[in-house]
């Protein structure tokens, strides 16, 4: 949707997603018939049966493959059609893990700070694994009274 000038106002690439299914809670009721039309790390685009109005504070859950994600969004616009009304979410309240599930599952991939972050986990991973091995090592004491103790009394 454009604005008056012609300008375009989406702030995020949006894509037709048929393997999401998206629902809605308004005013603690499930709004009907909801259809995701687009999606983007932003918001979402909709049809649905029932009225929405710009402003209207939404809760949503979003179903994508293996995990759901649920939030908080505000009707940026809607208008009427033909098969009901029609309109435009924006994302409002998902939390950085959310936001980063939804942006992997709508992309494919990671952002810059994601992996970076991946990458930082894994290493601190790593060592930790390593350091565990390593005291194991200089104390097989340990691992032997471990070992009797998983195997019970005899």
């Excluded at 106002?9 to 499930?30: F, H, I, V």
């Excluded at 493959?65 to 998902?94: C, K, N, Q």
């Excluded at 992996?115 to 290493?123: Q, R």
């Amino acid at each position: 949707m454009g604005t008056l000038d012609g300008g375009e106002r989406r702030r995020a690439e949006r894509k037709e997603r048929d393997d999401l299914t998206l629902r809605l809670t308004s005013g603690g009721r499930p709004v009907k018939e909801v259809q995701l039309r687009d999606a983007s790390p932003r918001g979402f685009g909709f049809q649905v049966a029932t009225e929405l109005k710009a402003g209207d504070k939404i809760k949503f859950s979003l179903e994508v493959p293996g995990d759901s994600l649920s939030g908080s969004a505000r009707v940026v616009w809607a208008e009427a059609f033909h098969m009901g009304y029609r309109g435009g979410l924006e994302i409002t309240d998902l939390g950085w893990l959310g936001r980063r599930r939804l942006n992997r599952v709508l992309t494919g991939k990671a952002g810059f700070l994601e992996t970076g972050l991946d990458a930082i986990l894994l290493l601190a991973a790593a060592i930790l694994g390593a350091m565990v091995i390593v005291d194991l090592a200089l104390n097989p004491g340990v691992v032997k009274a471990f070992l009797l103790k998983l195997s019970g009394p005899r």
